[in-house]
């Protein structure tokens, strides 16, 4: 069976006129995407609030300051893993993955990775054609914007599995 066309979004904070619109976004994904999510994971090192962040900036620090205070294994890759299940853990995902060096959102089984941050700064969503339109429906029937970059932005199908890491 054709893997489904994905479509690549680009959600920067400093793309939207609040880093708030960016967090709204991604919980409404968090949510709407739920029964397909498998981890959602970010690395809890060196979290740094983005200064784009407006709001709620010493809940988040908090936040960040009670991660940081918590032993750490030696040795080992660090991953915080969360429940999207509880309705607190997804909003501390939300904010806590603008503030990551790297903090992923997975598909079931782990086939498709469907947003990333990476470095703080780079944010991308993944979406399959399905998942897209349900996604953009919920954006709007909760009153927000689409951004129009993400209107206009085209589907492609994957790489067959043989073609894809560069060669």
């Known amino acids: 069976m054709p893997e489904e066309a994905v479509t690549t979004l680009r959600a920067e904070l400093d793309r939207f006129e609040r880093a708030e619109e960016g967090f709204a976004?991604?919980?409404?994904?968090?949510?709407?995407?739920?029964?397909?999510?498998?981890?959602?994971?970010?690395?809890?090192?060196?979290?740094?609030?983005?200064?784009?962040?407006?709001?709620?900036?010493?809940?988040?620090?908090?936040?960040?300051?009670?991660?940081?205070?918590?032993?750490?294994?030696?040795?080992?890759?660090?991953?915080?893993?969360?429940?999207?299940?509880d309705a607190q853990a997804r909003w501390d995902y939300v904010r806590l993955a603008y503030s990551s060096n790297q903090a992923t959102v997975w598909s079931a089984r782990h086939r498709t990775t469907y947003f990333e941050v990476v470095g703080q700064h780079r944010a991308t969503y993944w979406l399959p054609d399905s998942l897209k339109a349900e996604y953009f429906q919920a954006l709007t029937a909760r009153g927000w914007g689409v951004p129009d970059d993400w209107l206009a932005a085209v589907a492609k199908r994957p790489k067959p599995w043989w073609k894809r890491g560069g060669r």
């Open 25 to 85: 976004l991604l919980e409404v994904f968090l949510e709407v995407a739920r029964p397909r999510l498998g981890a959602v994971v970010l690395d809890p090192v060196g979290l740094r609030l983005p200064d784009e962040m407006t709001d709620d900036r010493a809940l988040v620090q908090e936040l960040i300051a009670g991660i940081e205070g918590e032993p750490r294994a030696s040795g080992r890759v660090v991953e915080r893993g969360f429940d999207m299940e």
